[in-house]
């Protein structure tokens, strides 16, 4: 015998609070290598300046998004809809 399929919705129970932190050290981050490019900043170091933002960049941006997705992810949730039970599209519209 088959098991009917279940039907599942989704939801994102993602706020701004569970971010805020990530954005704060990026933000952070970037002050700090900004502050490092005006310290290196001069006549004869301008291309040190130019590699240590572009460094810090590329080796930041692929952690942030890592975080960012992963603690999307951790903020889905798939709950079971009943049988009784309708979706929100179709309860909406008459």
Same mark, same amino acid.
């Given at each position: #015998? $088959? *098991?009917? =399929?279940?039907?599942?919705? @989704?939801?994102? !129970?993602?706020?701004? +609070?569970?971010?805020?932190? *990530? =954005?704060?050290?990026?933000? #952070?981050?970037?002050?700090? /290598?900004?502050? $490092? $490019? &005006?310290?290196?900043?001069? @006549? $004869?170091? *301008?291309?040190?300046?130019?590699?240590?933002? +572009? =460094?810090?960049?590329?080796? @930041?941006?692929?952690?942030?998004?890592? !975080?960012?997705? !992963? /603690? &999307? &992810?951790?903020?889905?949730?798939?709950?079971?809809?009943?049988? +009784?039970?309708? @979706?929100?599209?179709?309860?909406?519209?008459?």
């Amino acid at each position: #015998m $088959t *098991q009917p =399929i279940r039907k599942y919705r @989704s939801i994102c !129970t993602l706020t701004f +609070g569970d971010i805020y932190a *990530q =954005i704060i050290v990026w933000l #952070m981050v970037i002050f700090i /290598t900004l502050a $490092t $490019t &005006l310290a290196l900043w001069s @006549s $004869t170091r *301008q291309i040190y300046a130019f590699a240590a933002v +572009g =460094i810090v960049l590329v080796l @930041s941006l692929p952690f942030l998004l890592f !975080t960012f997705v !992963t /603690t &999307l &992810l951790n903020h889905i949730e798939f709950v079971p809809i009943e049988e +009784g039970e309708k @979706s929100r599209k179709t309860s909406g519209i008459k």
